[in-house]
């Protein structure tokens, strides 16, 4: 009985640990542009790279993936075609040769913009790699700003 009153007594004792989470990301629809915003840990180390019509977030530090369950509740596929959610990862597939900016305001967010040709992005805008690039160059944009 003492065994079993230790036991509970150190089940209690230790500290709450909460389950791993994914993180919420959010979406809207603009003029021009569309933006998708992803939570990231307060001070995490985040980057964004874009390989043809696909762009990358990707998250140090983190394994539990992002929920995008809500993502196309509030925006067309016309920008954004796909979404997709991997451990470390976000997965953007665009639907057309958009330019692309990311930025972070703060520390918690990490903002994509999608913008339609022609449309001026803030910066920084982020260059696609094009010695991977599968589909043909769009003429008269230049996507890195």
Excluded: K
């Excluded at 065994?3 to 007594?9: E, G, K």
């Excluded at 209690?12 to 939570?39: C, D």
């Excluded at 696909?54 to 539990?64: A, K, S």
């Amino acid at each position: 009985m003492r065994c079993l009153a230790l036991i509970c007594l150190m089940l209690f004792a230790l500290p709450g640990v909460a389950p791993a989470a994914s993180f919420p990301v959010v979406s809207g629809e603009h003029p021009g542009f569309t933006r998708i915003v992803a939570q990231v840990p307060s001070g995490g180390v985040w980057e964004v790279s874009q390989e043809g019509r696909t762009v990358t977030l990707q998250l140090q530090g983190h394994d539990d993936g992002f929920d995008t369950s809500a993502v196309f509740d509030r925006i067309s596929r016309d920008r954004i075609a796909g979404i997709a959610s991997q451990p470390a990862a976000l997965i953007l597939t665009l639907g057309c040769d958009f330019g692309v900016s990311a930025f972070g305001p703060g520390s918690d967010y990490a903002v994509n913009d999608v913008a339609t040709p022609g449309f001026a992005i803030p910066p920084p805008t982020i260059a696609p790699d094009v010695r991977q690039r599968e589909q043909p160059p769009t003429h008269g944009r230049d996507h890195a700003q």
